[in-house]
């Protein structure tokens, strides 16, 4: 635990808010016998503390940006994809209390499962320290990156209906053309089409993801013909 304070740059006065968070439901069920509660409740605490500190933080510091602009933005940056950067920063897999067949399953890696664990720490920290400590942390875990995940906040298949739209007869059409991976970690590829021709293909954790990526890519072609 001393290693993953370290990272957090945060002791903590109460270690057992830590094991607590790093306790997956799995576990708990199978150790009735040690009255050790999973972080499913933490998790709900640790969701609307990050929401608020990101909102209050974009409030405040984007001004020239307005409502739906920051909603957008609040949601690339607290979103399940964000927190499994800073689970994979962490090392956090390393850390969770897993039951026996979450474990065989691939838990330590399975995307939600990281989420969780990164917005409980963080209800963990400020239960333990305030919102001073946790506002802190959310800053340096998150918010330092704030530029890159507005640039990938970006919504680009609306982008890209709004850049087809220009001339009429023109139709864009999605087709997953594969998949990959273990049901836990599934990577699909996803084409997009105009009038029937593939203009961008796309790689993600889900078939929206991946949809988005296609349309990126599209995107930067047209933008880059047009200039």
Request: aromatic residues 4%; hydrophobic residues 35%.
């Amino acid at each position: 635990m001393k290693s993953l304070e370290e990272k957090l740059q945060y002791t903590f006065r109460s270690p057992s808010l830590l094991q607590n968070a790093l306790t997956h439901s799995s576990y708990a069920n199978e150790h009735r016998e040690s009255d050790r509660p999973s972080n499913e409740r933490l998790e709900f605490l640790g969701d609307s503390i990050l929401g608020l500190v990101v909102a209050e933080h974009l409030y405040r510091t984007r001004t020239d940006l307005p409502e739906g602009d920051l909603t957008r933005l609040r949601a690339a940056l607290v979103c399940e994809s964000s927190l499994v950067e800073v689970a994979r920063h962490l090392n956090l897999g390393s850390y969770l209390k897993l039951g026996k067949g979450e474990q065989a399953g691939g838990g330590r890696e399975r995307p939600s499962i990281q989420a969780d664990a990164v917005e409980a720490i963080l209800a963990a920290v400020y239960l333990d320290g305030g919102i001073g400590q946790v506002r802190k942390l959310i800053h340096s875990l998150i918010l330092d990156r704030e530029q890159e995940k507005a640039a990938a906040s970006r919504d680009y298949k609306t982008a890209l209906q709004e850049l087809i739209q220009r001339e009429s007869g023109k139709i864009l059409s999605y087709h997953m053309v594969g998949e990959s991976g273990p049901d836990h970690a599934k990577v699909f590829s996803m084409a997009v089409q105009l009038n029937g021709e593939t203009i961008g293909t796309g790689l993600g954790k889900s078939k929206k993801e991946a949809e988005q990526a296609a349309a990126k890519t599209a995107v930067q072609l047209l933008e880059s013909e047009e200039s």
